[in-house]
């Protein structure tokens, strides 16, 4: 069993950044494909950034630019390091591991509010 925690959600103003991490347990992460996805309220849950196993990424196209997705495997860790943040970038934020397995585990969320 997985469990993912994330960390790093809160209250920023338009045009400030945040940092959000997610530590993983188990010793899978490094072979696993990590994402983080977002869900306003009232609307579905997107993808925002994906990290491959081997590093290769890609972004929702409102995030390109402004969001970068990376990992450390000796910490087990993904991180999503986002700049320049708008409004429209409110929601509760969650991290997904999925395993060469394809079977998926979900953090528990933390939320981010872009606001003046």
């Known amino acids: 069993q997985v469990q993912l925690v994330e960390s790093g959600g809160g209250l920023v103003q338009p045009g400030g950044s945040l940092r959000l991490s997610c530590a993983a347990s188990g010793s899978i992460f490094s072979r696993s494909a990590m994402a983080w996805y977002r869900q306003a309220p009232g609307r579905e849950r997107e993808l925002v950034a994906r990290?491959?196993?081997?590093?290769?990424?890609n972004y929702l196209d409102s995030v390109k630019g402004r969001f970068t997705i990376s990992r450390d495997n000796a910490k087990n860790t993904v991180y999503l390091q986002m700049n320049s943040l708008k409004p429209e970038d409110t929601a509760v934020y969650y991290c997904?591991?999925?395993?060469?397995?394809?079977?998926?585990?979900w953090g528990q969320g933390t939320q981010v509010t872009v606001s003046s």
């Open positions: 997904k591991l999925q395993t060469p397995m394809l079977t998926m585990y």
């Open positions: 990290i491959t196993s081997g590093g290769i990424t």
